[in-house]
């Protein structure tokens, strides 16, 4: 085998290479960076050394480090050797002590050229330890004096730049070749026999490889082997069942490959079995049977109520976690054992996580060298855990107590700092996949497809998809007061939208007889978004409606999940009514954005939609706007809610505690964080025990632990760091409980939407102030403003160009055109020029 050097050459070389074994990186990388597997870090030896650098790499999952002498005395008494290699240039082998060369595992070897003899004799030196060798050379070794250092124990070390998906040349090795180079065949026909399994090493059959072949698997990443009647065989290329390779092994021997891989289709065998060693058993099988039932789980079906309901499930998982623990003899374990594995991976599967993941994960967090006290959580022990040192994060889990994780900027690195910003990431890709089939269906079937959708996920039997105005007045009946409390919340909202519709034209002469100007128009139909779910949303209505009505819209198409009884809240209804909603569609996640993209029977197509929702509908959006069939845009990418709130010495604890929880109670994924400025510790207790007592009171309590115990509390000594911290994150609502906090305003760049002091809640904001509620989360504050009149017009511009004018400007035009090559461009000038 080789180890390649990977400094940055290219996302596809770095796929290739990672299909082949291990990569060394270079210590440029950011520890907190995603690694790709089996991944090494070669420390430049001029870089100072920081413990707490090394720990990172490691705990991030880096195999080994690759390091100077300098640090490899010192990280010898406090990493496994196993971890360590040591880089050393050839002539220094000398210098190497007794303790450094036993506590590491291998020597990375920087030599001007490859001696066999002498690397031969440094071999012998670092006794059972691996030899890595790096030439100083413009060229890569050939393949032969490759097979010459791995029969000798050592394994070349190849820079990137020496390898490529194309040819071999004098200065470049193409990776395929690089890896066969020590593979040989005891076979008449010099075929390799090859094992291919599943990601988690399962088996699914023998085939034989080529050169040609493992080398097209190695730059394509698809399944390809060697029919020893055939040829080439490139797996699914006619039966669908393709394969995208995970991982390319060779033997102890070198004469037998291994291919992981993720099958698709039927399955591997040719009749129709994911093996041809039969029907899989055991977690392979179960994995298979709940993402199928996943997918399309019979009504009724057990194992669909669990993916239908979170509380069971969750429930389930807690009580055989309970008789697992009770369980005594050995036959009772392994029974409780997978009753547990099987809710479990129910969980996983509707997650998106399988047991690849799962692997992975314990594999990385075998690789830290950190580890947690490991003391279980009070609710779960009898006697109370041992105090942990204290770390530089503090980690509330040891109590009954809703608390927060704090940090302090001034003892944290910049990476770290980097890790405090950054949000859980949904896997988009992950969703999309497992939205289309909605989406499809429903651009197939029309309205159809969405009653069966409805019925399936929003539980409501329905005979028609769409309500159209004049609504019936008994839909619309709400509390006198909560009618009231719409209409002054419509008017404020009215109020501050109106003020932002663009009404004028712009006109500038740009030059003698030259005008260009631009005007805004509506959007002309809108399908406005409201989630249901376990909250009724009337204020989401009103942000939507009322500045698609400002603006001007044609049709107002509100789209929201029925209720079980087929009926939509009459809140929701009273709203749509007041907004002058053209419809009302009676459907929510991915089928609704779906039948709004496309349109049905009944349902009008739109052009653009609008409006917060949950991963499903999240992906569906992103999915659609980017199928031109659909011509249809969104308004933003849209995550978790979230808020960030700077206090100082003149906050109220029980203000801005609440203030965190108004943001906490939405989820258990939202996000919350506090950036304490210069507050002492007594402040800050009192702030979370504000928390911690305030949550207690709410009904949504358990939603609230979650979300609190993942949420963070940021220290630092200023509020112009407070500020920054709060521009890189770039919250969807910024609350300010600072000392003239109104002076503070013009330093925020990146916020969806900022609360000015002590009694400007983020509530007011939400509901009734004016100010939209539909923002930018996950940090898109960047980049994205939140929803308002604009978001429902359009800009065109329009030039007009006098005789004069075009005498003046014409050649200019005409110069470009030509300079461009497009003569029909300056002929349009031209002949006007000529006339």
Same mark, same amino acid.
């Given at each position: 085998?080789?180890?390649?050097?990977?400094?940055?050459?290219?996302?596809?070389?770095?796929?290739?290479?990672?299909?082949?074994?291990?990569?060394?990186?270079?210590?440029?990388?950011?520890?907190?960076?995603?690694?790709?597997?089996?991944?090494?870090?070669?420390?430049?030896?001029?870089?100072?050394?920081?413990?707490?650098?090394?720990?990172?790499?490691?705990?991030?999952?880096?195999?080994?480090?690759?390091?100077?002498?300098?640090?490899?005395?010192?990280?010898? %008494? +406090? @990493?496994? *050797?196993?971890?360590?290699?040591?880089?050393?240039? /050839?002539?220094? =082998?000398? &210098?190497? $002590?007794?303790?450094?060369?036993?506590?590491?595992?291998?020597?990375?070897?920087?030599?001007?050229?490859?001696?066999? %003899? +002498? @690397?031969? *004799?440094?071999?012998?030196?670092?006794?059972?330890? /691996?030899?890595? =060798?790096? &030439?100083? $050379?413009?060229?890569?070794?050939?393949?032969?004096?490759?097979?010459?250092?791995?029969?000798?124990?050592?394994?070349?070390? +190849?820079?990137? *730049?020496?390898?490529?998906?194309?040819?071999?040349?004098?200065?470049?090795?193409?990776?395929?070749?690089?890896?066969?180079?020590?593979?040989?065949?005891?076979?008449?026909?010099?075929?390799?026999?090859?094992?291919?399994?599943?990601?988690?090493?399962?088996?699914?059959?023998?085939?034989?490889?080529?050169?040609?072949?493992?080398?097209?698997?190695?730059?394509?990443?698809?399944?390809?082997?060697?029919?020893?009647?055939?040829?080439?065989?490139?797996?699914?290329?006619?039966?669908?069942?393709?394969?995208?390779?995970?991982?390319?092994?060779?033997?102890?021997?070198?004469?037998?490959?291994?291919?992981?891989?993720?099958?698709?289709?039927?399955?591997?065998?040719?009749?129709?079995?994911?093996?041809?060693?039969?029907?899989?058993?055991?977690?392979?099988?179960?994995?298979?049977?709940?993402?199928?039932?996943?997918?399309?789980?019979?009504?009724?079906?057990?194992?669909?109520?669990?993916?239908?309901?979170?509380?069971?499930?969750?429930?389930?998982?807690?009580?055989?976690?309970?008789?697992?623990?009770?369980?005594?003899?050995?036959?009772?374990?392994?029974?409780?054992?997978?009753?547990?594995?099987?809710?479990?991976?129910?969980?996983?599967?509707?997650?998106?996580?399988?047991?690849?993941?799962?692997?992975?994960?314990?594999?990385?967090?075998?690789?830290?060298?950190?580890?947690?006290?490991?003391?279980?959580?009070?609710?779960?022990?009898?006697?109370?855990?041992?105090?942990?040192?204290?770390?530089?994060?503090?980690?509330?889990?040891?109590?009954?107590?809703?608390?927060?994780?704090?940090?302090?900027?001034?003892?944290?690195?910049?990476?770290?700092?980097?890790?405090?910003?950054?949000?859980?990431?949904?896997?988009?890709?992950?969703?999309?996949?497992?939205?289309?089939?909605?989406?499809?269906?429903?651009?197939?079937?029309?309205?159809?497809?969405?009653?069966?959708?409805?019925?399936?996920?929003?539980?409501?039997?329905?005979?028609?998809?769409?309500?159209?105005?004049?609504?019936?007045?008994?839909?619309?009946?709400?509390?006198?007061?909560?009618?009231?409390?719409?209409?002054?919340?419509?008017?404020?909202?009215?109020?501050?939208?109106?003020?932002?519709?663009?009404?004028?034209?712009?006109?500038?002469?740009?030059?003698?007889?030259?005008?260009?100007?631009?005007?805004?128009?509506?959007?002309?139909?809108?399908?406005?978004?409201?989630?249901?779910?376990?909250?009724?949303?009337?204020?989401?209505?009103?942000?939507?409606?009322?500045?698609?009505?400002?603006?001007?819209?044609?049709?107002?198409?509100?789209?929201?999940?029925?209720?079980?009884?087929?009926?939509?809240?009459?809140?929701?209804?009273?709203?749509?009514?007041?907004?002058?909603?053209?419809?009302?569609?009676?459907?929510?996640?991915?089928?609704?954005?779906?039948?709004?993209?496309?349109?049905?029977?009944?349902?009008?197509?739109?052009?653009?939609?609008?409006?917060?929702?949950?991963?499903?509908?999240?992906?569906?959006?992103?999915?659609?706007?980017?199928?031109?069939?659909?011509?249809?845009?969104?308004?933003?990418?849209?995550?978790?809610?979230?808020?960030?709130?700077?206090?100082?010495?003149?906050?109220?604890?029980?203000?801005?505690?609440?203030?965190?929880?108004?943001?906490?109670?939405?989820?258990?994924?939202?996000?919350?964080?506090?950036?304490?400025?210069?507050?002492?510790?007594?402040?800050?207790?009192?702030?979370?025990?504000?928390?911690?007592?305030?949550?207690?009171?709410?009904?949504?309590?358990?939603?609230?632990?979650?979300?609190?115990?993942?949420?963070?509390?940021?220290?630092?000594?200023?509020?112009?760091?407070?500020?920054?911290?709060?521009?890189?994150?770039?919250?969807?609502?910024?609350?300010?409980?600072?000392?003239?906090?109104?002076?503070?305003?013009?330093?925020?760049?990146?916020?969806?939407?900022?609360?000015?002091?002590?009694?400007?809640?983020?509530?007011?904001?939400?509901?009734?102030?004016?100010?939209?509620?539909?923002?930018?989360?996950?940090?898109?504050?960047?980049?994205?403003?939140?929803?308002?009149?604009?978001?429902?017009?359009?800009?065109?511009?329009?030039?007009?160009?006098?005789?004069?004018?075009?005498?003046?400007?014409?050649?200019?035009?005409?110069?470009?055109?030509?300079?461009?090559?497009?003569?029909?461009?300056?002929?349009?000038?031209?002949?006007?020029?000529?006339?």
């Amino acid at each position: 085998m080789f180890l390649p050097l990977f400094l940055d050459e290219g996302a596809e070389l770095l796929d290739a290479l990672i299909r082949v074994g291990p990569i060394i990186l270079s210590s440029s990388r950011s520890p907190a960076l995603p690694l790709p597997p089996h991944a090494f870090i070669l420390v430049d030896p001029s870089r100072p050394f920081v413990l707490e650098e090394a720990i990172s790499w490691l705990d991030n999952g880096v195999e080994k480090l690759i390091v100077p002498l300098a640090w490899a005395k010192e990280l010898i %008494d +406090l @990493i496994s *050797s196993e971890r360590l290699l040591l880089l050393l240039d /050839v002539g220094n =082998v000398s &210098a190497v $002590s007794d303790t450094v060369r036993n506590g590491v595992s291998g020597v990375l070897l920087k030599t001007p050229a490859i001696d066999l %003899d +002498l @690397i031969a *004799s440094i071999s012998k030196f670092f006794t059972g330890s /691996v030899i890595h =060798v790096l &030439a100083n $050379s413009s060229a890569p070794p050939s393949q032969s004096l490759m097979r010459g250092l791995l029969g000798i124990g050592a394994t070349p070390v +190849l820079p990137a *730049s020496q390898l490529t998906l194309g040819g071999t040349s004098a200065s470049q090795i193409n990776i395929a070749d690089a890896f066969l180079a020590p593979i040989v065949s005891d076979r008449p026909d010099g075929l390799f026999p090859t094992i291919v399994s599943t990601e988690t090493g399962h088996s699914l059959g023998l085939v034989y490889s080529s050169s040609a072949s493992v080398k097209e698997s190695i730059l394509t990443g698809k399944g390809v082997y060697q029919s020893r009647k055939h040829g080439l065989w490139r797996k699914g290329e006619t039966s669908g069942a393709t394969q995208d390779v995970v991982s390319i092994r060779l033997d102890c021997d070198s004469d037998s490959l291994e291919f992981r891989v993720k099958q698709h289709g039927a399955g591997f065998c040719h009749l129709n079995r994911q093996s041809c060693y039969g029907e899989t058993r055991g977690l392979p099988a179960l994995e298979s049977t709940l993402r199928s039932r996943f997918e399309s789980a019979p009504e009724g079906s057990y194992t669909k109520r669990l993916f239908s309901d979170p509380e069971l499930l969750r429930s389930k998982i807690m009580e055989e976690a309970d008789e697992l623990c009770r369980a005594e003899d050995s036959t009772a374990i392994a029974f409780e054992a997978a009753d547990l594995i099987y809710f479990a991976l129910t969980k996983c599967i509707a997650a998106g996580v399988g047991i690849s993941e799962i692997e992975a994960s314990l594999d990385k967090k075998a690789r830290r060298v950190t580890r947690r006290t490991g003391n279980a959580k009070p609710e779960w022990s009898k006697k109370p855990a041992a105090s942990p040192p204290e770390p530089s994060v503090i980690d509330a889990e040891g109590d009954d107590a809703i608390r927060m994780r704090t940090f302090d900027l001034a003892h944290i690195s910049s990476d770290e700092r980097d890790a405090l910003l950054r949000r859980p990431v949904m896997n988009s890709g992950e969703m999309i996949t497992r939205v289309k089939p909605i989406v499809d269906d429903v651009r197939t079937r029309g309205d159809a497809a969405l009653l069966e959708l409805t019925a399936k996920f929003d539980k409501a039997e329905l005979t028609s998809t769409v309500v159209f105005p004049p609504f019936a007045a008994d839909t619309m009946v709400v509390d006198p007061e909560v009618g009231e409390a719409i209409k002054i919340a419509y008017r404020n909202i009215r109020k501050f939208h109106e003020a932002q519709a663009d009404r004028t034209t712009l006109r500038v002469e740009t030059m003698p007889g030259v005008v260009c100007s631009r005007f805004a128009r509506p959007i002309a139909r809108v399908g406005l978004y409201v989630p249901g779910g376990t909250a009724i949303l009337p204020s989401t209505a009103l942000m939507l409606g009322i500045p698609a009505q400002v603006a001007g819209c044609q049709q107002i198409v509100l789209a929201t999940p029925p209720r079980p009884d087929g009926s939509i809240s009459p809140e929701v209804m009273y709203v749509a009514n007041l907004v002058g909603a053209s419809a009302v569609l009676k459907a929510g996640g991915a089928q609704a954005v779906a039948a709004l993209a496309y349109g049905t029977e009944t349902v009008p197509k739109v052009d653009k939609i609008i409006g917060p929702g949950n991963q499903w509908v999240t992906a569906a959006k992103m999915l659609v706007q980017n199928d031109t069939d659909a011509l249809v845009s969104i308004d933003m990418p849209a995550g978790p809610s979230e808020v960030l709130v700077i206090a100082d010495y003149t906050a109220n604890p029980a203000f801005v505690a609440a203030d965190l929880l108004s943001q906490a109670e939405h989820g258990v994924d939202s996000q919350v964080v506090l950036v304490g400025v210069n507050l002492d510790a007594e402040k800050l207790a009192e702030i979370e025990n504000e928390v911690d007592i305030q949550a207690h009171a709410l009904s949504r309590v358990d939603i609230v632990r979650k979300s609190v115990s993942g949420s963070l509390i940021v220290k630092c000594k200023f509020v112009e760091e407070a500020i920054a911290f709060s521009n890189d994150y770039a919250p969807e609502h910024l609350i300010l409980h600072l000392e003239n906090a109104s002076e503070k305003v013009q330093f925020i760049n990146n916020a969806g939407s900022v609360f000015v002091g002590p009694y400007t809640p983020e509530s007011c904001g939400d509901y009734a102030s004016g100010t939209n509620h539909t923002l930018p989360t996950n940090g898109y504050a960047r980049q994205y403003s939140g929803v308002n009149t604009l978001s429902f017009q359009k800009h065109i511009t329009s030039q007009e160009i006098t005789a004069a004018g075009l005498k003046t400007l014409g050649p200019v035009v005409a110069t470009l055109a030509d300079c461009e090559g497009l003569q029909a461009h300056a002929n349009a000038v031209r002949i006007r020029l000529r006339s």
